[in-house]
């Protein structure tokens, strides 16, 4: 179900209002969410400041009572006008203004479109009309496609790693095939920061590009932008009612601030236990290094045990499922899969469990001053929480009723006693 909105599907919605429907019914009309239809009559609506015949704009609250009389003075544009109340011009002059507003525009469907009153009221209005709103959505879309798609922190990233290669004496193209899973970007993205001036590398430090005018080519792509073929959702759920004795893994990204540190999470479901990991970058390539990292340390044995299948989401830091399903000889040793778009609710054991991170790291506090040995102490107090679905157990007793305690020996992961659980802040502020 797409979330973009055409001028045709407008003309609907405008209709719809001015018939009173409800945003389910225009949703189902359209087939659209209706919460996508709420943010459209929000966004797109206008503001409309007019009266009805012999009655001017007025949105004063005294405008019934009032007997006031040209308080514009030389300014009036109605000199004929002998009460204030049919000017239309009164309210940005009187001192005694005192705004009325209709309650009727802050409930559903936010609009006067529809309203009995609009044809004899004199407040402010606020309108959907189809053609303004698709006027307006053009404008915002080409707004958002001006520019670089990304911060001044990834700006940054990227320069300080291609900028010395190509002083160096290698090409953009040398670079990209070496480092795409770093770069998470495309060749050409590389070449139109270079070109806007972004990076400390000129032009006249990439000599063929000096001498050649540039070749068409083909739309390049991240990563591997086939990698959701035969790891879909289906094709996951098809393997675990063909395998029922296995227990899926799930993965996700917690983000702190964007273009700062990255939290991986792993997340077990049946045992409610999450491992967690700090990156200095989203990218697809520190996701692979943690991987490699616990393969090294768990082995082969342990690792298939405990990753037979990972599902997680369709970010870009999880399109290169081959460099985490094989090892660097390249023997399998996880499957990869991933929800539909827009689907977070197929991974929702992980999502729930995000919630206690989120109490000790809240939404927008940056994870730059972290370090892996804090997010070790944060994941011991939430995996000793203890939980009702494990019958008051905490992830570690069950994760070790599964597995044993080896995965704790080797990545140094310790149970805190239950009375001494902290999740919130504090806990890394000690």
Same mark, same amino acid.
């Given at each position: ?129 189809? +053609? ?39 090409? +953009? ?242 149970? +805190? ?14």
């Amino acid at each position: 179900m797409s979330g973009y909105i055409t001028f045709e599907e407008r003309l609907e919605i405008e209709s719809m209002i001015f018939q009173r429907c409800s945003f389910g019914e225009i949703a189902k009309k359209i087939n659209k969410d209706r919460s996508t239809i709420s943010r459209e009559i929000r966004r797109h609506s206008i503001i409309e400041k007019s009266g009805y015949s012999g009655f001017g704009f007025n949105a004063c609250v005294h405008k019934e009572t009032c007997k006031m009389g040209m308080v514009c003075g030389d300014k009036c544009v109605k000199t004929s006008c002998k009460l204030c109340r049919t000017c239309g011009h009164c309210n940005d002059y009187c001192p005694k203004f005192a705004e009325q507003v209709c309650i009727l525009r802050i409930k559903p469907p936010y609009v006067c479109n529809g309203c009995d009153e609009r044809n004899k009221c004199t407040l402010e209005k606020t309108v959907y009309s189809a +053609v303004q709103a698709n006027i307006m959505a053009e404008q915002e879309i080409s707004i958002s496609r001006k520019g670089a798609l990304c911060d001044e922190a990834e700006i940054a990233r990227l320069n300080a790693f291609v900028t010395p290669l190509i002083l160096n004496g290698q090409s +953009v193209h040398q670079i990209y095939c070496n480092n795409a899973d770093t770069l998470m970007c495309s060749e050409k993205t590389l070449y139109n920061y270079i070109d806007a001036g972004f990076f400390d590398a000129r032009n006249i430090d990439l000599p063929r590009k000096v001498r050649y005018r540039p070749r068409r080519k083909k739309k390049e792509f991240k990563v591997d932008r086939g990698c959701y073929i035969g790891r879909s959702y289906e094709e996951y759920q098809k393997l675990l009612n063909k395998k029922t004795d296995i227990h899926p893994a799930q993965m996700d990204s917690v983000i702190g601030t964007v273009g700062g540190k990255v939290l991986l999470t792993i997340h077990f479901p049946h045992t409610s236990f999450m491992m967690g990991f700090l990156r200095n970058f989203n990218t697809s390539q520190s996701v692979i290094d943690i991987f490699e990292m616990l393969y090294v340390k768990l082995g082969r044995k342990l690792f298939e045990k405990i990753f037979p299948v990972i599902l997680t989401d369709r970010g870009s830091e999880f399109s290169n499922p081959r460099m985490i399903e094989y090892t660097k000889d390249g023997i399998l040793r996880t499957k990869v899969y991933y929800c539909d778009a827009g689907c977070p609710h197929q991974k929702g054991s992980i999502e729930v469990n995000h919630e206690l991170i989120r109490r000790v790291l809240p939404t927008g506090v940056t994870f730059d001053n972290l370090t892996q040995e804090k997010i070790d102490i944060m994941m011991n107090h939430i995996n000793s929480y203890s939980r009702l679905k494990l019958g008051n157990k905490t992830p570690f007793e069950a994760f070790e009723f599964y597995y044993g305690s080896e995965l704790f020996e080797k990545l140094g992961y310790k149970q +805190v006693e239950k009375n001494q659980v902290i999740i919130n802040p504090k806990l890394l502020k000690r």
